[in-house]
């Protein structure tokens, strides 16, 4: 079992940054990948960022350039730097581990708010 715990959420103005942690309780050794999801108020939950177990990275069109994200194996640790936030980048930041051995299971935690003012 492995639990995920987001930290770093807040109130910024547009132009501002934010990063954002996801730590896990339990070794993430194994997970195929971390990413990060967001949620809009009205909206399906979406894809904003993964990283995978050889550290490729991969982002949505719509934060490339603006997000890294990175993987810190020893610490069972992700972040999310956020750079340039926009007011449309406001939503709840959901942090996912998924493990794929004969089947997929997904660990979600329980969200941290971003809310970007202009």
């Known amino acids: 079992q492995v639990q995920l715990l987001e930290s770093g959420g807040g109130l910024v103005q547009a132009g501002g940054s934010l990063r954002l942690s996801c730590s896990a309780s339990?070794?993430?050794?194994?997970?195929?990948?971390m990413a990060w999801y967001r949620q809009a108020p009205g909206k399906e939950r979406e894809l904003v960022a993964k990283v995978t177990n050889s550290d490729s990275t991969n982002y949505s069109d719509f934060v490339k350039g603006r997000f890294t994200i990175a993987r810190v194996w020893a610490k069972n640790t992700v972040f999310l730097q956020m750079n340039s936030l926009k007011p449309e980048d406001t939503g709840a930041y959901y942090c996912?581990?998924?493990?794929?051995?004969?089947?997929?299971?997904?660990?979600w935690g329980q969200g941290t708010q971003v809310t970007v003012y202009s």
């Open positions: 996912n581990a998924r493990f794929i051995a004969g089947t997929v299971d997904d660990y």
């Open positions: 339990g070794t993430l050794i194994g997970a195929k990948t």
